[in-house]
T-cell receptor
Framework: DVKVTQSSRYLVKRTGEKVFLECVQD?????MFWYRQDPGLGLRLIYF???????EKGDIPEGYSVSREKKERFSLILESASTNQTSMYLC???????????????FGPGTRLTVL | QQPVQSPQAVILREGEDAVINCSSS?????VHWYRQKHGEAPVFLMI?????EQKGHEKISASFNEKKQQSSLYLTASQLSYSGTYFC?????????????FGAGTILRVKS
């Protein structure tokens, strides 16, 4: 079974703090993704990576950065946390499918971040 | 560019049927369906590729009309375990590889 783990289930930070969210997958997947989930807005893509040291902006990258130094690990960084970044953050990983698409995504349990 | 899902929410009694729709304004390469139970991570249900195929998973099936850029998820004889939020993800082309964009979700609640 694919396992995607996230460093914390719940996190409380103060405005202006630098926040690191870690994600690790154990199935040698090339692709990794960071989403935020807010009520009524669904899953919105923040950043993704198709290879080590490679990153691409998703639909809502402002205020975030990422790091992928190893294939199995993908980190999301909030340089200076703000209250509007309070949300559930989900990490996912996948293999390319046979048609060259992003493939079935396996999600981690999520980190609920509260910024005070 | 987020696909539009309808309805936003639906309440069923056990044994009833439901249809969840997903439509996009962009040309699609595939449609993915996921279900997220309360407090859990989203879990993959099925993928539909170009070609108008229909797929099934137990009593849950889906269709994909690539010309209309629409997909529908059919839940028949619903069970309590079907409760959750259903997301469609639409695959669209990008220069460095296709990406998946998720809809806002449809909340399904099955009552006994």
């Amino acid at each position: 079974d694919v396992k995607v783990t996230q460093s914390s289930r719940y996190l409380v930070k103060r405005t202006g703090e630098k926040v690191f969210l870690e994600c690790v997958q154990d199935m040698d997947h090339e692709n990794m993704f960071w989403y935020r989930q807010d009520p009524g807005l669904g899953l919105r893509l923040i950043y993704f990576s198709y290879d080590v040291k490679m990153k691409e902006k998703g639909d809502i990258p402002e205020g975030y950065s990422v790091s992928r130094e190893k294939k199995e690990r993908f980190s999301l960084i909030l340089e200076s946390a703000s209250t509007n970044q309070t949300s559930m953050y989900l990490c996912a990983s996948s293999l390319w499918d046979l048609a060259g698409g992003p493939g079935t995504q396996y999600f981690g349990p999520g980190t609920r971040l509260t910024v005070l | 560019q987020q696909p539009v899902q309808s309805p936003q929410a639906v309440i069923l009694r056990e044994g009833e049927d439901a249809v969840i729709n997903c439509s996009s304004s962009k040309a699609l390469y595939s449609v993915h369906w996921y279900r997220q139970k309360h407090g859990e991570a989203p879990v993959f249900l099925m993928i539909l590729l170009k070609g108008g195929e229909q797929k099934g998973h137990e009593k849950i099936s889906a269709s994909f009309n690539e010309k209309k850029q629409q997909s529908s998820l059919y839940l028949t004889a619903s069970q309590l375990s079907y409760s959750g939020t259903y997301f469609c993800g639409t695959e669209t082309r990008m220069e460095y590889g296709n990406k998946l964009v998720f809809g806002a979700g449809t909340i399904l609640r099955v009552k006994s």
